[in-house]
């Protein structure tokens, strides 16, 4: 059994910064790449953020390109995703997840096989 429980959502002003993390148990975190979602009210869940096993690769989508950073500490098994410059657009549960060995693309929903709870994230203008 796989558990991902992220914390670090909340409510900011724009401009505000957040930083959400992800605790992983049950499985061998540092043997997967990891993956932030997120889904806005009434939307499907989107890509964010994935980061290859040993941190060295990242991939962001281009709305929070510059803006967000994901990290990741295998020591901790805990994944990261900071959040600076927010907007209102940035308003969603926010979600981590785990790569699968699907051979789905890393920006897709199917490419994960292992999902936490989600975190709000609210940007108020």
């Known amino acids: 059994q796989v558990d991902l429980v992220e914390t670090g959502g909340g409510l900011v002003q724009t401009g505000g910064s957040l930083r959400l993390s992800c605790a992983a148990s049950g499985h061998t975190f540092s043997t997967a790449a990891m993956a932030w979602f997120r889904q806005p009210p009434g939307k499907e869940r989107d890509f964010v953020a994935a980061?290859?096993?040993?941190?060295?690769?990242?991939y962001y989508t281009d709305a929070v390109k510059g803006r967000f950073t994901i990290s990741r500490d295998n020591a901790k098994n805990t994944l990261y995703l900071q959040m600076n410059s927010l907007k209102p657009e940035d308003t969603a549960v926010y979600y981590c997840?785990?790569?699968?060995?699907?051979?789905?693309?890393?920006?897709?929903?199917?490419?994960?096989?292992?999902w936490g709870q989600g975190t709000q994230v609210a940007v108020s203008s």
């Open positions: 980061i290859s096993i040993t941190g060295s690769i990242t």
């Open positions: 997840a785990r790569r699968s060995d699907s051979g789905d693309a890393y920006d897709e929903v199917r490419g994960y096989d292992a």
